[in-house]
């Protein structure tokens, strides 16, 4: 069955530094999405894409973060200039269209730490 | 606004135990419902979906009811097996610009044997 991508599985950085952690979304699939979760809290929506396009965001989302598709199959998140509070589990989703019915396949996440 | 509240876990039972989580949402407009399941050191797995009011899901012996009167969807199976032990996340998916998940806190279920 095919599946969602993460990479790397853990990632650990410096305070200030600036992180990307990618994605390979389900090849057919057309809208890609971001959710983290801090740990011991909810899972959290922060960005959909579509169409090279952000579709939405989140107040999480602010301009420390953007997403990219830089080529056909990979999907990146950037936080540029990371805080000691963006610690948490990133998870990257795939949905193949963009109704409320549709669900979305997960990858299995990348943990974020921030020292 | 939108939210979903789950049961506090954790959530112990032993094999072949009946089990039932509770789910409750809030919604503007009308969500789709989901579960999903997070086996240890994995991602999130769709385990089952109702995207109307009555719909039953099911998938695994797992089941949940779409209740719109109660505005509920409660997971429940039979006989739960040591591999069920999991966390399980309630989701409901709404349309705000795009589609997005808000999903309950997770409760994490332990079974043994």
């Known amino acids: 069955e095919p599946e969602v991508t993460q990479t790397p599985s853990h990632q650990v950085t410096q305070m200030g530094q600036e992180v990307i952690l990618r994605c390979v979304p389900i090849s057919n699939h057309l809208y890609f999405y971001w959710y983290r979760q801090i740990l011991g809290q909810k899972v959290e929506f922060l960005v959909s894409?579509?169409?090279?396009?952000?579709?939405?965001k989140s107040e999480i989302f602010d301009d420390q973060f953007s997403v990219e598709r830089p080529d056909g199959s990979n999907f990146t998140l950037k936080i540029r200039s990371t805080k000691l509070e963006d610690s948490a589990m990133y998870f990257c989703a795939s949905s193949e269209e963009g109704d409320r019915n549709q669900p979305q396949h997960f990858g299995d996440g990348t943990r974020l730490s921030i020292l | 606004g939108n939210s979903v509240t789950q049961m506090e876990g954790p959530v112990t039972l032993s094999e072949e135990a009946f089990l039932t989580i509770n789910c409750t949402y809030t919604?503007?407009?009308?969500?789709?419902l989901f579960w999903y399941v997070q086996y240890p050191g994995e991602g999130l797995q769709l385990l089952l979906k109702a995207t109307k009011a009555d719909d039953k899901g099911s998938n695994k012996g797992f089941e949940a009811t779409y209740r719109k009167e109660t505005t509920s969807f409660h997971l429940e199976k039979g006989s739960v097996q040591v591999s069920d032990s999991a966390v399980y996340f309630c989701?409901?998916?709404?349309?705000?610009?795009?589609?997005?998940?808000?999903f309950g806190q997770g409760t994490r279920l332990t079974i043994n044997p």
């Open positions: 919604a503007t407009g009308y969500p789709s």
């Open positions: 894409f579509y169409n090279n396009e952000i579709s939405e």
């Open positions: 989701a409901l998916s709404i349309i705000q610009g795009a589609q997005k998940l808000v």
